[in-house]
């Protein structure tokens, strides 16, 4: 299956990387501009990265994405359009990953589930960094 994006109205909401994408050299799949930076690994064996670390630099982010990888049961991410109505539902398997970038987003649990969570920080606690939103039904 691979990698999908899903747009709508020339917006992309979301990407997923399907657990059966292979790739044979690392491939990163968000734009370079994107404050969020997703993409897999891939090396051949024997291949060695040289020690390293990031520069550090102040970076300013406006957006808040977040990446769930689930590790074990069954997830449903439901993805709304910017006046709430059903955009999509993806049902998510072991090894799926997903990046929300934009827009109105809730998840169902289908059977018991643990993801990786990944997403800017700081973060600020549900109270402070969540909107919880009607939407259209």
């Not at 734009?31 to 630099?57: M, N, R, W």
């Not at 990888?69 to 072991?94: C, K, M, N, P, W």
Request: contains cysteine; proline residues 3%; charged residues 25%.
């Amino acid at each position: 299956m691979g990698v999908e994006s899903i747009e709508y109205n020339g917006v992309k909401y979301a990407e997923i990387i399907w657990s059966d994408t292979r790739f044979e050299e690392t491939k990163f799949i968000s734009p370079a501009e994107s404050s969020f930076q997703f993409g897999l690994l891939a090396h051949k064996a024997g291949f060695v990265e040289a020690p390293h670390y990031h520069k550090p630099f102040t970076r300013q982010i406006h957006d808040l994405q977040q990446m769930f990888v689930v590790q074990r049961g069954i997830v449903a991410v439901e993805l709304y359009d910017d006046d709430g109505g059903v955009l999509r539902e993806i049902t998510l398997h072991l090894g799926d990953a997903i990046v929300l970038i934009h827009g109105v987003h809730a998840i169902r649990v289908v059977e018991d589930m643990q993801c990786i969570s990944v997403k800017q920080g700081p973060f600020l606690g549900a109270e402070n960094d969540k909107i919880l939103v009607e939407v259209k039904k």
